[in-house]
């Protein structure tokens, strides 16, 4: 099955689309659903076992700039578990993304705010979500898989 493929068989690609898989299935197929004008919000997937995000490009993060919040400010992640605070990086995909580019392994499926494994405690700050998740987390918790942070925030992680 590729975009290609659907394209032939769907009327439009006005639809939501969920994806399960081999990862290079996933990524192709989210390639190509983009590249005929698919939005990311409208793009689920989820992995069984670990994986990367399919929206992300590797990045080599020590190129990116470090990224500041409406007042000029520089943002930083807290991974309060590990004591560990890292600047937010403009272009990261996630908090997800930079915890793991930040050596840490949490847990973590979808990486679309579909499953709610990777949901954590936040401590401080605000963040906003690259993807809308499909239910957002209560009062006091964050979906790092999709959490982009808006200031300086520390998680329980």
């Known amino acids: 099955m590729t975009a290609e493929n659907l394209q032939d068989l769907l009327p439009n690609f006005n639809a939501d689309f969920y994806l399960c898989g081999p990862e290079g299935f996933m990524r192709d197929m989210v390639k190509g659903l983009m590249s005929r004008g698919v939005p990311k919000d409208q793009i689920r ?8 995000s399919l929206f992300e490009e590797e990045v080599d993060t020590d190129k990116l700039p470090d990224a500041v919040d409406a007042e000029g ?3 930083t992640v807290t991974f309060a578990r590990t004591g560990r605070t890292v600047p937010w990086k403009e272009g990261m995909f996630s908090v997800l993304s930079l915890a793991e580019h ?3 392994r949490p847990d ?3 990486r679309t705010g579909l499953c709610g494994i990777c949901v954590c405690r936040i401590d401080a700050g605000d963040v906003e979500y ?5 239910e957002r987390p209560r009062s006091g918790e ?3 898989c999709c959490a982009r942070p808006t200031t300086s925030v520390m998680l329980d992680l």
């Open 45 to 52: 997937y989820e992995f069984f076992g670990a994986g990367g």
């Open 73 to 75: 400010r520089p943002i």
């Open 102 to 104: 930040s050596g840490l």
């Open 108 to 110: 973590a499926s979808c």
């Open 130 to 134: 690259a993807v809308e998740p499909l």
């Open 142 to 144: 964050v979906m790092i």
